[in-house]
């Protein structure tokens, strides 16, 4: 696979090359943890490639779930991109402040409603500007775009789906949350859930898939990292992780070597809440 593949992942110097296209829509999708003490809307405020739209995954989410930011209905996804000139024919590319932490999840939920000319900045707006490419706090200028969703239901898992595949082994269930939670050592961040994870999931933290640069391994290394972590890449996977952003990044890896995934959209918010769900601790 190339190291830019509009449908996946691509560098700064293909963005830098093709920014300037009308068919291109750049999108800021940063999020961070609470703890992160970081306002990702304000960031995009005062700097921002440009233009870029802002997509906040807790807005673009089911405001009816007691989850945070669960895929939202249809019809509000939709309106939300037509709302950012985001539509049919268009290649998205899509970035965040930390390098590549929540930029996967919007691409993921892109594919899920069926557009598939999206990719993440490998780097993410980090990389950018140490490159001294340009930024700017001019908003962009936005036009209407009208687009068609295509519901693609094989990449996303419930809970009742995820407990079947845990008790079958039909799936390989990749969790991506750091070694001490997945073995249940340490106190969960979300009060009120229990420590540990799903029976017979393997466990591959986000950051083993990423360089310290915050770039994507390549697909060789990826295929490795699975592979030394008990991963059966001949299976389909579901990815899960806290609250279902990080569980895109290890989707996005295994979108680059060729696997087949799906992801667990409630994550440990909702298997960790369940008492009547079975829970392993230790390692895999």
């Known amino acids: 696979m190339p190291q830019s593949d509009p449908k ?25 943890m609470p703890d992160a003490g970081r306002d990702a809307k304000a960031e995009y405020a005062a700097s921002h490639i440009p233009g ?13 779930s007691a989850l945070p930011h669960m895929l939202p209905p249809v019809e509000k996804f939709m309106s939300r ?16 402040g930390a390098g590549i932490f929540s930029a996967p999840r919007v691409w993921w939920m892109f594919k ?3 557009q598939n000319n999206v990719a993440v900045l490998d780097g993410g707006l980090p990389k950018w500007v140490a490159e001294g490419r340009p930024v ?26 995820v407990a079947a595949s845990a008790k079958l082994g039909d799936h390989t269930i990749v969790d991506a949350r750091a070694a001490p939670r ?28 990423l360089n310290s640069n915050g770039t994507m391994k390549t697909p060789g290394e990826l295929r490795i990292i699975f592979e030394r972590a008990g991963v059966d890449l001949t299976k389909p996977a579901i990815t899960s992780c806290g609250s279902g952003v990080t569980a895109a990044i290890l989707s996005l890896a295994l979108e680059r070597i060729g696997a ?9 918010a909702e298997w960790g809440m369940y008492g009547d769900l079975r829970v392993a601790t230790g390692e895999a």
Do not use: C
């Open 260 to 268: 087949t995934h799906a992801l667990y959209d409630g994550s440990w």
């Open 182 to 209: 997945f073995r249940g050592e340490v106190v969960e961040p979300r009060p009120g859930l229990r420590s540990g994870h799903i029976p017979n999931s393997r466990n591959v933290p986000f950051s083993d898939v």
């Open 136 to 161: 700017t706090d001019e908003p962009p200028v936005i036009r209407d775009r009208h687009m068609v969703p295509q519901i693609n239901d094989a990449l996303v898992r419930d809970v009742t789906q």
């Open 8 to 32: 996946t992942l691509v560098s700064t110097d293909w963005l830098a090359e093709n920014l300037k296209s009308p068919e291109l829509r750049v999108i800021d999708a940063s999020w961070y």
């Open 112 to 114: 899920y409603f069926g």
């Open 52 to 64: 870029a739209r802002f997509v906040d995954i807790d807005d673009v989410s089911d405001a009816r």
């Open 81 to 96: 991109m037509r709302a950012l000139g985001i539509g049919d024919g268009h290649q998205v590319v899509i970035y965040d």
